[in-house]
């Protein structure tokens, strides 16, 4: 079993700046593939950035060019550095941890963008 929490959500004004960190209950990152997944009210949830464990990283376009994941095994943490925030980012932000058949999610953050 694998806890996840997430922090680092908020509210703040269009084209500021958050970073969103997940800390894993144990040293995982070496073995799972990490990923960040957003939801809007009223819509699916979908994927803003990951990284596998074999450190290739994928974004969803919509935050391509503002957002950075990164990871640091040492403190088995995940990071979202979120850049130039638009109004349309705004949604609970989920970590999420996979590895084969084992899928973990975090409780979610919530990210508010407006003035």
């Known amino acids: 079993q694998v806890q996840l929490v997430e922090s680092g959500g908020g509210l703040v004004q269009p084209g500021g700046s958050l970073r969103l960190s997940c800390a894993a209950s144990r040293s995982i990152l070496s073995i799972y593939d990490m990923g960040w997944y957003r939801q809007a009210p009223g819509k699916e949830r979908e994927l803003v950035a990951a990284?596998?464990?074999?450190?290739?990283?994928n974004y969803a376009d919509s935050v391509k060019g503002r957002f950075t994941i990164s990871r640091d095994s040492a403190k088995s943490t995940v990071y979202l550095q979120m850049n130039s925030l638009k109004p349309e980012d705004t949604a609970i932000y989920y970590c999420k941890a996979e590895y084969l058949r084992a899928t973990f999610w975090g409780q979610g953050t919530q990210v508010t963008v407006s003035s």
């Open positions: 990284i596998t464990s074999g450190s290739i990283i």
